[in-house]
């Protein structure tokens, strides 16, 4: 499966290139929502998102049956950014479950930057998706 090519479709919102990298059995889990979706209403939800947007695929991990991934996600007006991993379970070469943890990226909460605990991240330099 060819990765960059799966988040470009996702990030440009593509409902027909989304199609051709999921199994006709797939099931898409949104832990932190607590939702379950088909492939088709995966699709039907991603592209349904308002906005334009962009990424940086930032990490992939990849196993013979696995593709685990870390994608920036943002807004292109730049109001928007979050990161996203991904966990995906390959059933010949197609998205068969996916686990997605999504969360907005942010300052440190108030409290630790008061303990004056840890010290700035610099971002990874990642491949950005989009032109």
Not at 31 to 56: D, K, L, S, V
Not at 80 to 94: A, E, G, P
Request: aromatic fraction near 10%.
């Amino acid at each position: 499966m060819d990765i960059v090519q799966y988040w470009q479709a996702v990030l440009a919102q593509q409902p027909q290139q989304m199609r051709r990298f999921f199994d006709p059995e797939a099931a898409i889990n949104w832990h932190n929502t607590g939702e379950q979706f088909t492939a088709e209403e995966f699709i039907r939800a991603n592209c349904a998102y308002p906005g334009r947007w962009n990424g940086r695929l930032e990490r992939v991990e990849t196993l013979p049956d696995r593709i685990i991934t870390a994608v920036q996600v943002f807004s292109r007006d730049g109001r928007i950014s979050c990161h996203v991993t991904s966990f995906m379970q390959l059933r010949q070469d197609r998205i068969l479950t996916l686990d997605e943890y999504w969360g907005d990226d942010g300052e440190a909460p108030r409290w630790r930057q008061q303990m004056q605990l840890g010290r700035a991240l610099g971002r990874p330099q990642g491949q950005t998706l989009l032109p």
